[in-house]
């Protein structure tokens, strides 16, 4: 998201995105001077009478030694850009050990997002880990993010995580929110007309994360400003990008690609978190959509639901009571 | 009934270059009209966040036909075929083109080719894909209406009209020339005009394939660019810049042989500095032209090693615009300026199509392109080589031969005035745009996130300016009319071929000489 009465790029973060912008600061000042250089002739030159008292030569038809000069030194800065320019090019390749990999679909007029989750390792972590040293690297201080306090991150959401272990799939769809929906509410929780979505994107920060974008009506755009990509959906192919992002934070993006009436209220909202909230932000979707009756029927219901919100030690031993005695159902 | 006919006869079925000049100049100057205002719908409707004036669906018609407007039907016909023919066959010291009757058919095709563009606007919801007309959205699944097919059909029309132009333009330099007139003593706007139509006849028969296939995949069940049918829609998106690299370069060559032109003369001076480097700068525009089209497509997904072919390429053809630039410059080097309304139009093409440039060697670089494609920075770009270059170099052309064309004078201080409310406006106008684009505002969209507004505001005012200048323009235009100052003698070195008048007379007449020249050359 742009600031009001932005002058240059956004602050970029990602390290990709901020050797673009030390390229584009490079660029600016190369052509800067040569646009003061082409005024500053210009000037010279119509002014001559004043200038130089119109006394310069009137007759210099050609010369040789000029044209070789004002040949190659733009040849030479253009490889100085060039060489730099393929630099850049050549690191925004995803490369390996992509950590996170999310589909963005576009259509008209909103994008939907998948992810393919593997229940099971979250739990895995917290059960080699202290749980009062995870609460702390989770909340270090006061939450400020509403939607992720403590009495979401329950000891009843480990315990259902643990019944859904495998490989989910993930989908959401992301509208931006109209106007009209964005009500009076919308100075105090900081709606952004235009920009804010329904679902957002999620990516780790710090590590790679792969966005494969691609889309099954007419040509999209997917780009983030802020994270430096850009990369258009086209049907029939799936184009990749890679994202290392080197901050958590939300990022805005747009819909870069001419595709009818909705073009310009398709906005991208992306989630920068640690791996763990991300993950857990995953794990929370798929927990929210699953059908808690079928899942609750296959269990006795009560007394699993009361001994799970008992103490927090007890729940990693009774995890493996309940699954040695459903073992031998 | 008889003067029925001769009007019939001399404006209908014309042969005569001078009128046919004139009928695209009349053409080309009512649809710039059109297309003003085109932009200044679209500004209006930028000036506030919030969908004010128009609907999606209106404003990408509207975004669309401006384009297409202007390109088509304002730039290329002014240039090729105003300019074009009136001066060809004056510098060359021909009696008219090489096919005369061609060149009537040329012009006349124009007309139908806008009235099909029109016409797409009143059938369904009009044609709403942009310029470039991508596929699915512009085939049946985008635009399921016959709006699409006007467009296409309209393209191909104009694009016909082109091809002949410059089938024409070309045979008449290549063929026609008299014995004594070397390539080298050919006038550069005649080989800019030479090089643009080498670049039509070559870029415009790939436009007609691509839209003749968009064409049959829209109603003939082909599927050319329909994944589902094992096509590829990066295809279409590869023809069309194939043609579209070299058509930016049809819309500026002609320009640059303007501006050398109205600066050698504004400069008191009888020729180019370095008239043969400036050559082989026109030549190689026009041939590195062709080779350069990967970098409007850096996102879509190309191998990187393409684009950074693509990149490279870019920034070379940059050497010789160079060359041109600096060649200009030291033309201007130690002349006598003299204060006419074309050379302040010259010196601000100059200054402004170099920035224009500057901004296309920022965009060439294939990774910053990732921040900028597809952002208000690309429009700031071609509007700058295109609303500061192209246009203001016809204004240039236009103050220059208006008297030999017509023999009447635009009033001098008015057209300065003129010039500065233009360069205010259009500065005004472009200029935020960059700041937008950096910021990352998209292309093509008639509602922007809020943040965008001040810089949107400034833009839509500047474009107010812009469309008061053209009011001022057309009141110029009838002023001279109307005031009939007449030339009586022309100011420019004897070096002008054009200018050659049979007893200094102006306007030139109907039939030039009543015999051809007679060339001398050995001694």
Known sequence: ?329 | MDSMKNWYDRWICSTSHKDIGTLYFVFSYWAGLVGTAFSSIIRLELAVPGESLLDGQLYNLVVTAHALVMIFFLVMPMMMGGFGNWLVPLMLKVPDMSFPRMNNISFWLLPVSILLLFASAYVESGAGTGWTIYPPLSSHMGHPGPAMDYVILSLHVGGLSSILASINFFTTFLSMRLKVTSLYRVPLFVWCIAVTSFLLVVAMPVLAGALTMLLTDRNFNTSFFDPNGMGDTILFVHLFWFFGHPEVYILILPAFGMISHVIKVGSGKSYVFGKLPMINAILSIGILGFIVWGHHMFTVGMNVDSRAYFSTITLIIAIPTGVKVFSWLATMAGGYIRNWPMVYWATGFIFFFTMGGLTGVVLASASLDILLHDTYYVVAHFHYVLSMGAIFAMFAGFHYWFPLATGLGLHSSWSKAHFMLMFVGVNITFFPMHFLGLAGMPRRINDYSDVFHVFNFMASWGSMICLFAVYFWSFLLLEAMLSQRCLFRACVPKTEAEWASPYGAFPMRFHTWSQNPLGFQGY
């Open chain 1, 1 to 329: 998201m742009g600031i009001w009465m932005q002058w240059g790029l956004l602050d970029l973060c990602t390290t990709v995105s901020q050797s673009l912008g030390a390229y584009h600061d490079l660029v600016l000042v190369i052509i800067g001077s040569i646009l003061i250089g082409v005024g500053l002739f210009l000037c010279m030159f119509l002014l001559h009478k004043r200038l130089y008292k119109g006394m310069l030569n009137r007759s210099v038809k050609s010369n040789e030694k000029l044209e070789v000069v004002w040949t190659l030194s733009p040849a030479i800065f253009l490889s100085i850009l060039g060489f730099e320019s393929l630099v850049n090019l050549y690191s925004m390749e995803v490369g390996d050990g992509v950590v996170n990999s999310v589909e963005a679909h576009g259509h008209q007029w909103y994008w939907d997002y998948n992810y393919v989750y593997s229940m099971g390792g979250l739990i895995e972590w917290f059960k080699g880990n202290n749980w009062d040293a995870v609460m702390d690297l989770v909340f270090p201080g006061p939450t400020s993010m509403g939607d992720l306090d403590s009495a979401s991150f329950s000891c009843a959401d480990l315990w259902v995580a643990s019944q859904l272990v495998g490989d989910w799939a993930v989908s959401m769809e992301s509208y931006g929110i109209e106007e009209s929906s964005l009500g009076f509410d919308s100075l105090k929780s900081n709606n952004f007309r235009k920009m804010d979505v329904t679902s957002f994107c999620i990516l780790w920060q710090g590590m790679i994360n792969e966005v494969k974008v691609s889309t099954s009506d007419v040509m999209h755009s997917w780009g983030v400003p802020a994270l430096g990509v850009k990369v258009d959906a086209i049907p029939g192919r799936v184009n990749v990008v890679g994202i290392s992002p080197l901050t958590s934070g939300f990022y805005f993006g747009n819909c870069y690609e001419l595709c009818g009436p909705g073009h310009s209220s398709m906005p991208i909202f992306v989630g920068v978190f640690n791996r763990l909230n991300s993950e857990f932000l995953l794990q929370e979707s798929v927990i929210n959509s699953c059908d808690w009756d079928n899942l609750v029927s296959n269990c006795d219901e009560v007394v699993i639901i009361e001994k799970a919100t008992e103490s927090k030690n007890e729940f990693f031993n009774y995890n493996e009571s309940v699954a040695e005695s459903e073992s031998k159902l």
